[in-house]
């Protein structure tokens, strides 16, 4: 019985111990149209196979013009009662910060089964500022379902604030930048939280079944979502 006993305090700890292991990537989202001065990102999506496996951490190396990243998860033994069999998708923002000009060999958990390579263009900066222009403050992306239509909602901090044009990036492959820029219609900009809905249709040149809409938003931000076309 005492022998009995130790074998099960020494299950119990090992199913509440957890072991780093490297998560699964599905896809690689690289948004195009950064520039030197901007925070780069690069967007993975996966699974943890069962609620054993924790929030992925993303560990990330720049060295010369190659981007180093590992995604890993915590797991916990399947001997754990707070482990339910269910698949949990999830979507990763890596921030790069700010990258000098030039290619970039992308390589996502290098010498594991879930490898992914890709690549990314910076380009040069033509202002020191965090961005090239000021874009709305985007909280919330609406998909129209009837239409190939997005909405971009949110508040920017004065109504001196109007857009003044909205861009779309494609990475021709599976990505769109969206950049909806601001101006300012008068010097004195008084603080006051003016809520917005700007309206994007989205061309329907990319293939892919799940595509990324990467939206800049203000100080440097970005929204990120993945919608299915199928």
Known sequence: ????????????????????????????????????????????????????????????NVSNNQIF??????????????????????????????????????????GSVSEHYSFMNIKEAQTSNIDNFLYANVHSIKRSHEDNEIRLNGYNESDCLVLDDIKLISNYENTYSILPKMKKIQDFCPKKMTPFSYRVELPENLNSDDILL??????????NRIIHTY
């Open 1 to 60: 019985m005492k022998f009995l006993t130790i074998l099960l305090s020494i299950s119990t700890a090992f199913a509440g111990t957890p072991l780093k292991v490297t998560a699964e990537i599905d896809e690689v989202y690289v948004p195009a149209g950064f520039d030197s001065n901007d925070n780069s990102e690069i967007i993975l999506s996966g699974y943890l196979p069962n609620r054993c496996h924790k929030e992925p951490k993303v560990d990330v």
């Open 69 to 110: 990243i590992k995604l890993t998860t915590l797991k916990y033994h399947q001997s754990n009662p707070f482990c339910p069999e269910v698949i949990v998708p999830f979507v990763k923002k890596v921030e790069l910060g700010e990258l000098k000009e030039g290619r970039y060999d992308v390589i996502i958990n290098k």
């Open 214 to 223: 990467h939206i800049r938003s203000s100080d440097g931000e970005s929204v």
